[in-house]
């Protein structure tokens, strides 16, 4: 069963940027459609980013999101930059073997992490 554990949350300035990794339990490159969720106080679970199956990275957010795969180490990675207090919350990562492309609803989803939690603050 796979299991996917998050990692690289933190404390950061705003504009100051942050990578956060996915590790996954089995191997998901072009297995799985991967999603990055985040949730902030009192929100909704909001998608932020997503890597279709065959694809090696993307970008979302304006730009300032970068997600990617890396095949060696079978995990999946978010790079964000120019971050901003807006970005604050608990950062999860999600995948699917069933999906043919990123969903944008959490419930899509059938494997979670457990959320790694980003703060900007000054």
């Known amino acids: 069963q796979l299991q996917l554990v998050e990692s690289g949350g933190d404390l950061v300035q705003p504009g100051g940027s942050l990578r956060l990794s996915c590790a996954a339990s089995?191997?998901?490159?072009?297995?799985?459609?991967v999603a990055w969720f985040r949730q902030a106080p009192g929100k909704e679970r909001e998608r932020v980013s997503c890597?279709?199956?065959?694809?090696t990275s993307g970008s979302s957010m304006m730009g300032r999101f970068t997600v990617s795969r890396d095949y060696a180490n079978n995990a999946i990675y978010l790079d964000m930059k120019d971050l901003g207090i807006d970005d604050t919350g608990v950062y999860y990562c999600?995948?699917?073997?069933?999906?043919?492309?990123?969903?944008?609803?959490?419930?899509?989803?059938?494997?979670w992490g457990r959320g790694t939690q980003v703060t900007v603050s000054s």
């Open positions: 089995t191997f998901i490159v072009n297995s799985y459609v």
């Open positions: 890597i279709s199956r065959h694809a």
């Open positions: 999600a995948a699917d073997q069933r999906l043919s492309g990123c969903a944008a609803s959490p419930a899509a989803y059938n494997t």
